[in-house]
């Protein structure tokens, strides 16, 4: 491998070379998550590898300071070129790199769940991603793939949560008989004025107790027993046909 010298161009890659003292169990655990979490690549014997930008390097300093206030040894170099490894290798190196992560978020985003566990999944798959996206220093082609992926099970998702309330057809609401109960407030008379005006220009309406409704009757803003049914022929209609 040949270093930079002070003179040349600024170098493509970040050499961090170190030694740790021999208590230093738990700092080794320690760097060696952080150079995970960065994206360094291992190069043999020599140390850890990033590209040189000035994040990666303040990352390298960062792990440098850490393992030198252990007792331990560091250094951060500039490295020009790897003998055994050309430019175009050491990026094909991070590449496969990042296929890997890529590809295990794919295999994970094919995984059954259920409706209860989707969002926090969603939301869990979606930090991940973009921690690779983080260290995916050469732009991946399993990128796009993976994005579209979160995307569709996120519509999904959305789709899933929306209530059906396309199926009804207006006509079936008109010419009809609209019961509500008796002495209707201020919020009852609009719902009759809207039913008129946009549903049913001939509604004909009806105010009985919830015994005594005719047959046959659209109910709206009536607290019988079988709630769901009048919650649906209450809100169903309206919402669908208004939309």
Known sequence: MRV????????????????????G??????????LQRYGALPLGNSGYFLP??????ERFEWLATAVRT?????????????????FPQMKQRFS????????????????????????????????????????????????????????????????????????INPAEYRNRVWVTRPRPGVDRVTSAWLIRKFIDPKAKFAFAPEDKKPPKA????????LRGNVERERHGPLRSIFS
């Open 96 to 167: 496969d790199a990042r296929s890997r992560d890529y590809r295990g978020l794919l295999k994970d985003l094919r995984k059954p769940s259920t409706s209860s566990n989707q969002p926090s999944r969603i939301t869990r798959l979606r930090r991940r991603f973009q921690d690779v996206i983080s260290i995916d220093f050469f732009g991946n082609p399993l990128r796009e793939q993976v994005e579209h992926a979160l995307n569709a099970m996120q519509t999904s998702k959305t789709k899933s949560l929306t209530p059906e309330i396309g199926r």
């Open 52 to 57: 040189n930008t000035a994040e990666n390097r």
């Open 4 to 23: 930079t010298k002070q003179n040349e161009a600024r170098p493509p890659w970040l050499l961090l070379v170190f030694s740790l003292a021999r208590k």
């Open 218 to 225: 659209v109910p709206f803003d009536m607290y019988e027993g």
């Open 25 to 34: 169990a738990s700092l080794r655990v320690t760097v060696w998550r952080k």
């Open 70 to 86: 252990e007792g331990g040894e560091a250094s951060v170099l500039g490295v020009q070129s790897v003998d055994n490894c050309s």
